[in-house]
């Protein structure tokens, strides 16, 4: 008797951190992978805090056929480091070796934002989307992915010459995808995964027919970034977790899960939400929710976002704010006149504090590059991973 009692307190007692396993996926992006100096490479990633890798991008063709952003890069991290001695790539240096040797999968992620103007054309055309389908199966042989993952920028979206016919080709292709994959799996005796990449806003989502996506794939990403930036009017968050004071109440990461765990149905175990190592500067302003002067390039030259390790290194000059409604921090530089909205390891805490309470799948960043520092810490991963081991 003592020892049945003994193992239900030990099962009892380990079930819960068990039942709390969330998926971490971070985003590679290929194209950055030069920068600093090649600084993130292969064997410098954090496997052992992540559960996946999305491996981006890779785009279709009008052909149906897929290219990669940055043919240097792939070949590097998904063939291995070349040895000049030998003349020969050296065995198990690829990013993949790397993360199956810590238990990690890695999804070749295809479209983008830039890269989405041809999954129209591919997803209308019943044997464009048999040969993108019959690509992936290929580039799985080819570099031994776990899986794909589907970012099309958006079905519908006219800007990237969508048409109202996504809504009903987009379902179409990834079942296609799913079936090559299936295909694929029967021969291998693997099961490879189908995840899509898709966006917070609702507007979004009336060209795609979600609950059927959701019986074809294995679960979704939700992108819970640039939802607010220098493009608008007012100065916003970024990613805020809860309704920012002014603005749409659905643009934050509490909005986006109750539109697809409550409203679009969609099971809390097949969403993951997101945590951006980004953020945005705003230019000529000192206030969240005022007018300011579009994106700052005195202190952040780049205008499509500030990297998380970018803003840690200028935090001296700025004093932090912390929005208590939104659930998210920012920064102000007075004598500058600058704003930064982004994440910090606080908020990215509270949003792995809600996927835990809500019982969502887990949690992707974008991107692994922007989160890590000159000295190898990832602060932002480090604290979701925190809460979820």
């Known amino acids: 008797m003592k020892k049945s009692v003994a193992f239900l307190l030990v099962l009892f007692i380990l079930l819960p951190l068990y039942g709390q396993k969330k998926d971490i996926i ?22 052992q805090k992540l559960t996946g890798i999305n491996y981006c991008f890779f785009y279709p063709l009008e052909s149906g056929e897929l290219v990669g952003m940055d ?29 199956h040797q810590h238990g990690v999968k890695v999804m070749l992620v295809l479209g983008g934002w830039d890269n989405s103007g041809n999954f129209p ?3 209308a055309d019943p044997v464009k989307r048999a040969r993108l389908a019959n690509e992936c199966k290929k580039h799985i042989i080819n570099y031994g992915f776990d899986g794909i993952d589907v970012d099309w920028e958006f079905p519908g979206y006219v800007r990237h ?9 987009f379902t179409l292709l990834l079942q296609a995808i799913r079936d090559s994959l299936n295909i694929l799996g029967s021969k291998t005796g693997k099961i490879y995964l189908l995840s899509v990449s898709l966006p917070a806003a609702e507007s979004h989502t009336l060209d795609m027919e979600v609950s059927a996506i959701s019986n074809i794939i294995d679960f979704m990403n939700i992108m ?22 002014e603005g749409d109440p659905g643009r934050c990461l509490d909005g986006a899960f109750r539109l697809y765990h409550q409203k679009l149905g969609i099971p809390a175990e097949k969403i993951n939400l997101a945590v951006p190592s980004y953020g945005h500067a705003y230019a000529n302003c000192t206030q969240m929710y005022s007018e300011h002067g579009g994106a700052d390039t005195k202190f952040f030259p780049e205008n499509d976002g500030v990297n998380y390790y970018q803003i840690f290194e200028h935090l001296n000059a700025f004093k932090r704010y912390w929005d208590q409604q939104a659930q998210v921090p920012y920064l ?21 504090d809600y996927i835990i309470q809500n019982k969502a799948r887990g949690l992707v960043i974008w991107h692994l590059l922007g989160d890590y520092l000159p000295d190898g810490r990832t602060p932002l991963l480090d604290a979701v991973y925190s809460k979820f081991k």
Do not use: M
């Open 121 to 123: 054309v591919v997803a």
């Open 224 to 245: 819970i970034y640039d939802l607010y930036g220098p493009w608008g009017k007012i100065s916003n968050h970024n990613s805020a977790l809860y309704a920012p004071a």
């Open 26 to 47: 971070s985003y590679f992006p290929s194209w950055k992978w030069q920068d600093r100096h090649r600084l993130v490479t292969p064997p410098v990633i954090p496997y």
């Open 161 to 169: 010459k969508g048409t109202p016919q996504d809504k009903f080709n």
């Open 332 to 352: 102000v530089n007075e004598s500058e006149k600058i704003l930064v909205s982004y994440d910090d390891e606080e908020s990215a805490a509270g949003k792995a």
């Open 71 to 99: 043919p240097e890069a792939d070949t590097y991290l998904l063939k291995g480091d070349f040895d000049s001695l030998t003349n020969q790539i050296k065995p198990n240096s690829s990013l993949i070796d790397l993360a």
